[in-house]
C-alpha cells in the first residue's frame, strides 16, 4: 500500500517540476512586460494627476494681483480644494516674484533644471523629506514699472499618484497573468502527453509484487533509458538491503533459539536428574542460562529501540553531565557494583557542563551497556573510571576498567553484532554495537583504546552544543528592570478633560506613567513646529484642525496602525496619522435671566440682524474668541466664511456692538455665569452642554442654529520624534476604543465621536449628532487655505478693524 | 513485613509470592488496579509492590490517589516499560524505588529490606543491621555487641546515611544535612569524617562506599 502512494507521488513530482521550467519562461516574459507595463502606468498616473497640480497653480495665479506695495496674492479656497482630490497628499505650495521675493507659502522649494520664465506649467519630481511632484509656472503682470514675473509652485506627495500607479499595473498585470495561465495550462497537456512512457514504467512497477526485485525489462525511449537504469540500480540495492536485513533476524532468530534451546536442555536434565546433587547442579546452571536469555532478549530490544530513536526528532539540547551523574547514582545501587571501585572525573570540564543535542533515553542506554561490559569484562578487582571531558567543539564521555582490554587488532571486530572477543565473560555480543548505534544517532564516535587502569577504554564523542551555552548564559541574565516608563502627552485641552482618560489608561497599563502639559493651540503647534530640544512629545492632541493638519502636512506626524473597527469616519482622519477622538459643535451660549430662547435667531443672516436690533441691549456684552490667540476661533471664524457670505457682515456687526474677545470658552460660560456677558458665540458646545447643574450653570443656555452648526472634532497625532512610539499609538487606539469613547461620554465635558458608542447627547428635543445642520469640518488640505501668511494677516486684518487693536479683554 | 503485590501475570505473581514468603513475609495479592486501590484505603501495609499495566486503574493512578490520601507507605513499581523514562514518571508519581522486568528476585528481596530498613530507621529509635545496631535516642552505635567510640559529628553523619539508605548522596548535599547555616562547610571536612566513620565501622554489615567524584552510599551487607 505504501509503495503505491510513492510511485504516485514521484509521477507527479516530475510533472511539476517540468511545469515549473515553464512557468520560470513565462515568469521571465511576465518581468519583462511588466517593465514596460510600469513605465506606462507611471506616465499615466501622472498625467491625470498633473491635472490637479495644474488647475491648482492656475487658480492661484489668476489671484495674484498688484497693489501699492508690490505684486500680493489671496490664496483661494478652490486651489486647496482640487488639491483635496488627491485625499492623502500633503501640499506645499510658493508664490514669489524675483524683483519682489517671496511672497507666501513654503520658501526655497526646489525649482526645476533648465528654468526660463514662462506662462507655460513645467512639471517635474523632486524630493522633500519624501518625494513630491511639482508644477512650477509663471504669470506677467502689470506694475508701475512695467511688467513683472510672479510665479507660483505647487507640489504634492505621491500617494494618489503611487496608488493609481499601482491599479493600473496590477489590473493589467492580472490580465497577463490570466494569459499566461492559459499557455501554461497548454504546457501541461504537453507534459502529459510526453510523459507517458513514464506512465507506463509506473504502471509495471505498481503490478509487482513487493517479493520481485528482479530489474524491469523493457524498451525504453531514448530520453528516460538514464532513468530506466537508475530505477534498476536501484531495485539491486533494495534487494542487497534486504538480504542483510534478512540476514540479521536470521542471527537473530539463531541467537533467541540457541540460548532458548540451552536453557530447556539444562531443565530437561535437571527434570531428569536421578541425584538431587545433579539435579541441583543442573539447575544452578539453568538459572545462569536464564539470565543469559534475559540479558539477550534486553539488548536485542535496546538495539532494536536505539535504531528505532537514532533520527533527529528526538535530539533536543541537554546537559550530559547531569545525565551522567543521575544514570550513575542509578547504577550504584545495584548489588553487582558494590565491590567494584566506580569514580567518576569531570574537574576538567569547563564551567561545569556538557552541553550536547542528544536524546537522553538513547545515551542512558549507550552508558549503562559500556558500564555492564567494564564490569563483565574488569576481573576481580575491578575498578571503573567514567571520564567526562570538553573543548570548544565535542565534548567526551569515555569508560575505562581494569580488565584485560582488546588487542588494537581485534577492536574494530568487537563493534560488529553478535561477536565476543573473550568466550570466557562474553556476554550477549550486542552491546558495543548499540553503543556504536548511539553514537551514530547523534554525530559521535566511538573509539576504543587502552586505559590507564590496564584495560579497555571506550570514548564517544560528542558534538558540543555552542548555542546550549548562549541558551543558559541569557537565562543568567538578570531580567530588565520594570521601572516605570513615561508617556509624555502634550494637549490643548482642560486637564479635567483629559484626567479620567490618563487614569484609565494607566489602569490598563501598568508600569506606565503619563506625563501630561496643557497648552494654547497656537504655543503647542510652535512648539512640534521648532522641535523644542528635550520635551519631546508623545502625542499631541489639540482642538485647532488647522494646525494638526499642517503639522501632519509638513511631514512631522508619524503613521499609525489603526484597528478598522474603530476607525473614525473619513472627515474626521486624515493619512492614516491625525485621527479626531471628539465631536464638538460650535454653539451660542446666553444668559437665559437677558434672552429667551424664542427670541433668538434661527440661522446665520437673522443672527446680524438680531444683533443689530439688539445692539442697545448687547453692547459690551456679546463675547467671542481673539482670532490671534486661540487656535479653535480662528478655526471656526473661517470655515465660517466659507460657509456663509454673511460672515463678513457679522465681524462689523460685532465690532460696531462693542463684542469683547476671549482666550478660552470656559472665560467665556463664566462670563455668562456672572452676568457680564449676554451672549457668546462660536462657543464649544459640549463644554456648555456637559456643565454640571448648578444654580450659576442654570443661567446658561446653550442655541444651535438651523442653517448650519460647525463641528470641530479634537484630533491626535504622533510626532515623529516621539521617544515612546509604541505606547503613543496605544493611546490613541485607546482614545478611539469603545472604552475610552464610553468615558469621555460619561467622564469628561467632552462628546465622543462614535455617538452609539458613548451615549446620545440630546438638546432638548434635538438630537445632536446625525442631524443634517450639523456640518463636520473635514480634515485635509483644505484647512491649509486660511494657513496662508498673506490670508492670515488679511483676515486677521480685517477683524482688528472691527474689534479693534485692544479688542483682546484679559 | 506486611506486603502488598499488585500483579497481573499469574505467573509471575506466583514466584515472588514464593520468594517473598519463604523471606517469612506474609504477602497479599490484588490482580485488578481497582480493586488494589479499594484495598490500599482500609488496610496497611509495610511495602508495595505495584505493577504499571494492571487492569481496572493503572498503577500510576494507584499510586498517585494513595499519595493524594497522605499514604506514606513505600511502593516499588514493577515495570517492563524500559524505553520510556519510568525513573522520572514512577518516582515523581511518588514511587520508592522501581525495577524493571525481567528482574533478579534477589535484587527484589535488597531493595524490599533497604525500604523496610529505611522507613523503620525513621520511625523507631534503634536501626540495626546484622552486626550492627544504633540506637538514635542514645546516640550509640555497636558492632558485635561491641559499642563504638563515636564523635557527635560522627553520629550525625551515620544518622544521615541511615535515612538515606540505598541512596546515592553527593559530597555537597551530605555537607548541607550535616552543617549548619553559619557554620562554613568544607568538602573537605566531609571527606575526612566520611573515611574517620568507615574506619570505625569496619567489621559492621552496614558499609559506606565512596564513588568518587560522585558521592557516597550506604548499603547492608547481608543481602546474600
Redesign the interface.
Known sequence: MSTTTIEARRGHSLKRRLLAGMAAAFLLLLLLISLLLWNYAKAASNRTYDLLLAGAALSVLERVSYNSRGPTVDLPQSAMDILALAPDDRVVYRVFSPSYGELTGTPELPKPKDLKPSVDPVFYDAKLDEGFRFVYQGRQITSTNGREWVFVQVGQTLNARKSQRDTLFLYGMAGLGGVSLIGLAFVWLAIRTALAPLRAIAETLHARTPRDLSPIEGDPPLEISDLFRAINSFIAQLGRSRALTESFIADVAHQTRTSLSALQGQLELAADAKEPERMRDRVGRAERQAERTVQLTNQLLANAMVIHRSDETHLEPMDLRRLVRDTLAELLRERRLRNVVISLEEANLPSGSAPIRGDAISIREALRNLIDNAVRHGGPDNSILIELDADAETVWLAVSDAGPGIAPADRARAIERFTSINRKTAGSGLGLAIVRSVAEGHGARLELGDSALGGLRATIAFPRLLTCILLSFLMMLPAAPSSARDLVIHAATDPGAIQPLVDAFEAQNPGWNVIYREYQTVDLYQEVLNGKPGAPADVVISSAMDLQVDLVNRGLARKLWIPDTLLPPGWARWRSELFGFTWEPAAIIYDKRVLSEKDLPTSHPDLVAFIRKNEAKLRGKIGGYDLRRSGIGYLFATQDTIQSVQAQRLTEVLGRAGARSYCCTSEMLDGIASGELSMALNVIGSYALKRGPDAANDNIGVHFLEDYNLVMSRTALVPKTAPEPEMAEKFVTFLLSVDGQAIIAEKTPLIPLHPERGGLIAQGDLPLSGNPSFLPIRLGPGLLTFLDKIKRDAFLHSWISSFGDDGYNP | MRMLLVEDNDELAETILDRLRSEGHSVDREINGDEANDLLRFSSFDIVLLDINLPGRSGYEVLRSMRSRGDATPVIVLTAR??I?D?VVGLDAGADDYMIK?F?F??LS?RCRVLARRRAGASSNTFSAGNFRFDRAAKQAHVDGRQLELRAREVQLLEIMIDNL???LTKEEVADKLYTFDETPSLNAVEQLVTRLRRKLEGAQL?I?T?????Y?A?V?D?D
Open positions: 524500559s524505553e523514562d525513573r525481567p533478579d534477589r535484587e535488597a540505598g541512596r546515592m558499609i562506599k564513588a568518587r567524584g560522585l558521592g552510599i548499603y551487607n543481602d
